[in-house]
Protein backbone atom coordinates (compact mmCIF):
# COMPACT_ATOMS: atom_id res chain seq x y z
CA UNK A 1 0.00 0.00 0.00
CA UNK A 2 1.16 2.90 -0.95
CA UNK A 3 2.12 5.64 2.17
CA UNK A 4 3.53 8.89 2.41
CA UNK A 5 3.58 9.98 6.25
CA UNK A 6 3.99 13.43 7.58
CA UNK A 7 5.29 14.52 10.83
CA UNK A 8 7.03 17.28 12.53
CA UNK A 9 4.16 20.35 12.60
CA UNK A 10 3.06 21.93 15.32
CA UNK A 11 2.58 25.14 17.11
CA UNK A 12 5.38 27.97 16.79
CA UNK A 13 5.56 32.21 17.68
CA UNK A 14 6.84 34.03 14.17
CA UNK A 15 10.08 34.09 13.74
CA UNK A 16 10.37 30.40 14.76
CA UNK A 17 11.57 27.33 12.79
CA UNK A 18 10.24 24.09 12.15
CA UNK A 19 11.22 20.97 10.11
CA UNK A 20 8.90 18.70 8.81
CA UNK A 21 9.16 15.06 7.80
CA UNK A 22 7.50 12.80 4.90
CA UNK A 23 8.84 9.36 5.12
CA UNK A 24 7.54 7.48 1.89
CA UNK A 25 6.78 3.88 0.80
CA UNK A 26 9.99 1.88 -0.64
CA UNK A 27 8.73 0.76 -3.83
CA UNK A 28 7.10 4.48 -4.84
CA UNK A 29 10.08 6.66 -3.71
CA UNK A 30 13.00 6.14 -6.69
CA UNK A 31 12.77 8.18 -9.71
CA UNK A 32 9.87 10.08 -8.89
CA UNK A 33 9.33 13.58 -7.86
CA UNK A 34 8.17 14.79 -3.96
CA UNK A 35 6.24 17.92 -3.35
CA UNK A 36 5.55 19.70 -0.42
CA UNK A 37 1.78 22.10 -1.05
CA UNK A 38 0.06 23.85 1.87
CA UNK A 39 -3.33 25.15 2.19
CA UNK A 40 -4.08 27.96 4.85
CA UNK A 41 -7.75 28.70 6.02
CA UNK A 42 -9.90 30.05 3.31
CA UNK A 43 -7.41 29.71 0.94
CA UNK A 44 -6.12 27.50 -2.12
CA UNK A 45 -4.15 25.05 -1.91
CA UNK A 46 -0.42 25.84 -3.23
CA UNK A 47 2.92 24.60 -3.81
CA UNK A 48 5.89 25.28 -1.28
CA UNK A 49 8.21 22.98 -2.71
CA UNK A 50 9.94 19.79 -4.81
CA UNK A 51 12.23 17.85 -5.38
CA UNK A 52 13.77 15.18 -7.94
CA UNK A 53 14.37 11.69 -5.63
CA UNK A 54 17.00 10.20 -7.69
CA UNK A 55 19.25 13.70 -7.89
CA UNK A 56 19.71 17.63 -6.67
CA UNK A 57 17.27 19.02 -8.76
CA UNK A 58 14.69 20.90 -6.60
CA UNK A 59 12.10 23.62 -7.44
CA UNK A 60 10.30 26.52 -4.92
CA UNK A 61 7.54 28.87 -5.03
CA UNK A 62 8.46 32.30 -5.31
CA UNK A 63 6.73 33.44 -2.17
CA UNK A 64 9.13 30.78 -0.27
CA UNK A 65 11.95 33.69 -0.80
CA UNK A 66 14.62 31.61 0.85
CA UNK A 67 12.76 31.29 3.99
CA UNK A 68 12.47 26.87 3.25
CA UNK A 69 14.44 24.45 2.64
CA UNK A 70 13.85 21.07 0.80
CA UNK A 71 15.75 18.12 1.19
CA UNK A 72 15.69 14.44 1.54
CA UNK A 73 17.07 11.60 3.15
CA UNK A 74 17.86 8.74 0.38
CA UNK A 75 18.26 6.34 2.39
CA UNK A 76 15.33 7.11 4.98
CA UNK A 77 13.11 7.65 2.15
CA UNK A 78 12.09 10.81 3.74
CA UNK A 79 11.95 14.32 2.25
CA UNK A 80 12.24 17.09 4.45
CA UNK A 81 11.28 20.99 4.92
CA UNK A 82 13.11 22.74 6.80
CA UNK A 83 11.06 26.01 7.94
CA UNK A 84 12.83 29.38 9.10
CA UNK A 85 11.44 32.73 9.79
CA UNK A 86 7.74 31.44 10.05
CA UNK A 87 5.03 34.14 9.58
CA UNK A 88 1.28 34.01 10.42
CA UNK A 89 0.64 33.71 6.92
CA UNK A 90 3.09 30.55 6.80
CA UNK A 91 -0.03 28.83 9.59
CA UNK A 92 -1.63 25.97 7.38
CA UNK A 93 -1.63 22.27 6.64
CA UNK A 94 1.38 20.99 4.91
CA UNK A 95 0.77 17.91 2.87
CA UNK A 96 3.76 16.03 1.35
CA UNK A 97 2.89 14.47 -1.90
CA UNK A 98 4.81 12.03 -4.77
CA UNK A 99 4.33 11.55 -8.39
CA UNK A 100 6.52 11.53 -11.66
CA UNK A 101 5.72 14.00 -14.11
CA UNK A 102 8.36 17.18 -12.59
CA UNK A 103 9.47 19.55 -10.27
CA UNK A 104 5.84 21.68 -10.93
CA UNK A 105 4.20 22.76 -7.90
CA UNK A 106 0.67 21.74 -9.78
CA UNK A 107 -1.62 19.48 -7.73
CA UNK A 108 -2.88 16.96 -10.87
CA UNK A 109 0.74 16.46 -11.35
CA UNK A 110 0.68 14.48 -8.07
CA UNK A 111 -0.57 10.99 -7.69
CA UNK A 112 -0.18 9.99 -3.98
CA UNK A 113 -0.77 11.87 -1.21
CA UNK A 114 -0.39 12.08 2.83
CA UNK A 115 -2.63 13.26 5.28
CA UNK A 116 -0.65 16.62 6.12
CA UNK A 117 0.47 17.95 8.64
CA UNK A 118 -0.23 21.52 10.64
CA UNK A 119 1.80 24.43 11.32
CA UNK A 120 0.46 27.11 13.27
CA UNK A 121 2.36 30.42 13.86
CA UNK A 122 1.43 32.78 16.73
CA UNK A 123 2.12 36.49 16.74
Known amino acids: QVQLVESGGGSVQAGGSLRLSCAASAYIYTNNYVAWLRQRPGKEREGVASIFTDGVDTFYADFVKGRFTISQDYAKMTVYLQNYSLKTDDTAMYYC????????????????WGQGTQITVSS
Open 97 to 112: ALGNQGLALREDRYIH
